[in-house]
């Protein structure tokens, strides 16, 4: 039953802020890469984050619509990635999915998505 779990998505006035959670569940050893999609109604599934480790750190990458507003960090102990969103606009409405690389208890990788949690923003 590994699976990955997202909560905190919901209304929001335009200006406002959403905090997403994503926690890896089941048994699993820790988590990989890890990134936040969306898809709106009509349009094509777009990475907004990812982020990975490495032996010099932390390294994150952004969608240009997001950059400055939107921040992903990870909790490795907690086996969660979050997706702190700022300043929220209308065109930020869409679904959002968490999808990652998890190391189970086998050895071996394997990508998981999410369910989706929706977002909307409001004008």
């Known amino acids: 039953q590994v699976q990955l779990v997202e909560s905190g998505g919901g209304l929001v006035q335009a200006g406002g802020s959403l905090r997403l959670s994503c926690a890896a569940s089941?048994?699993?050893?820790?988590?990989?890469?890890m990134g936040w999609y969306r898809q709106a109604p009509g349009k094509q599934r777009e990475l907004v984050a990812a982020?990975?480790?490495?032996?010099?750190?932390?390294?994150?990458n952004y969608a240009d619509s997001v950059k400055g507003r939107f921040a992903i960090s990870r909790d490795n102990a907690k086996n969660t990635v979050y997706l702190q969103m700022n300043s929220l606009k209308p065109e930020d409405t869409a679904v959002y999915y968490c999808?990652?690389?998890?190391?189970?208890?086998?050895?071996?990788?394997?990508?998981?998505w999410g369910q989706g949690t929706q977002v909307t923003v409001s004008s």
């Open positions: 982020i990975t480790s490495s032996s010099s750190g932390d390294s994150t």
């Open positions: 089941g048994s699993i050893f820790s988590i990989g890469a």
């Open positions: 999808n990652g690389d998890l190391l189970l208890l086998s050895g071996s990788y394997y990508n998981y």
